[in-house]
């Protein structure tokens, strides 16, 4: 799934360059690092890259190995559900009762052998049994920017690290998340599903009918090779956790202990990033005088900060944002206004 | 006198670009507000500029109508003392016994028809009485920036608006400025000056000596038409304030009610500018999100401001500074940092 808008990431992050094509932690952007981590594990050709429209040529030319056909096109974003049935409907045209894995390409996983380790026990346990598997992350600290997934402790599976999934939880606050993180049955919820084609689109028919529908009318649509932009259109935007996980049943989720996080804003990055003793990174060209716990990363230009705390500063050859750390999720106000005051250039 | 560094506006101002010459109120540089309201009292021949070696040429470039030999060149900054030396000396050479004029090139000052009575009357006097007369202007708040002038109420001059001066008085603290403003006989100290050729060199020779032999020595330099680098160079750096009007006795003060400000720093340019109802100000494009009382100034870019209050941005092509309102003061320490790490194109 590449089809993130990346405003949280603004100035850096734009609509023609989000979040996924960022090279915001290594040399490598995201999406490539998805990729590489994931070719490990399987044939480049059956890597599939789920984008908008406005993104695919770029995508085309940003990524090495991936066919040019296995970029699959959404014509609008509709949050994940969609995406994601889309994506069931090429790889079943491919093959019949694949086993689909699904991977957001902009998240940070670090330690591959557990990566790899969790993904074959997943893909064996869809294949086995025909279930929706999903990846719970053990939680680190009590996060309150994740979800979360409860599993019964009791498990027959336990010797791989497998559970019957108990309940899916929205993002806590934080007395909740420090709950959750103490009664060990709770694990972060990392958006990553592996199932069978067949199980996937039966319980979409049983827990989205309306999408099933859409989706079928779109299957026609693609098999007589005709556009189905008109379909799209009216479907509901619907992320995949509240519209089926929360609802479908005998979900297995696989305990994985790799590194993770969803890079959901500046704050995480300065999370990842070496500090000096004051807390303070500076990526680029700057200087901090009496300030403590700031981020600073600039492409061109000299950043001095001078008598602040908490401040995170990105400046771009166009725009530089200025933003408490406190209010760091908020930037995507910035973008708003950016967006209804037609300032194309900077979006 | 225009040879100041403008170190406080950095990065808008840089050494080749010094406040004087930037139009930091207007769409005219300070320097060239200065020459034009001169020009209305005088002949543009008559007006001299002293300035540093290297920024001479452009300042030639820059001013319109000052003759080039007006120009007067220190070989390095040495503070005002002898900056009004150097000056006086040029002025003798024209013409013995002139009346001379002190005038800082990067102050504002609106109120030209206060400012012409003031000037007047301060040459009426200097005229008459070979007095050393400087202009003291009526403070409207508690300035803690600013030195002032205490003079004796009683006078036989307060027709003109004229007094002796009692004493000279640095910036005070807060309590004291308070008590200044209340006690109604302190006037800020503006650093206009105006005395004969003949009473300055007089008073400098009482109060400073050494000053006095040196600038003996590069007169006679100047009429052989040789260079006084050497000279110059080991005269020891002092303001007039200190150097002189603190010691010289028998100056009058000519109290005026124009409205002045030296602009020492980004806060006094936001206080002189359009604010809206939040207090910000933005010159350029940006935005300002749940923010208070913030300045932002930018060359290019578009700056986006989010959660903070107080506080001063300023954006050039190359650089950005951000620092809290209470520590504007302290820029300097910015450009200190540039010069040790020897960041010339930054400086």
Redesign the interface.
Known sequence: MAGGSGTRFW?YSRKSRPKQMLNILSEKSMLQMTIDRLQKLHNVEDILIVTRADLADSIRKHVSGVPTENIIIEPEGKNTAPCISLAALHIAKRKKNSIMGVFPADHLIVGYKEFQKAINTASFLANKDNSLVTIGIQPTFPSTAYGYIQYKTKSEMDHMNAYSVKAFAEKPHLGLAKRFLKSEDFLWNGGIFIWSIDAFMKNINSHMPELNDQIIKISKRINKGVGFDDIWKTIKPESIDYGLMEKAKDIIVVKAKFEWSDLGSWNIIHDNSPKNKDGNTIRGDG?I??GINNFVQ?D?????????DN?V?I?T????????K??VE??K??VK?LQDDK?EN?L
Chains 1, 2 share one sequence.
């Open positions: 100035p200087l005088i009496d600039s061109r230009q000299f950043i001095a900060l001078l008598g602040l401040v500063v400046s050859d166009d725009a530089t944002l200025v933003v408490t406190d209010r908020e930037v106000k910035v206004y300032k900077l």
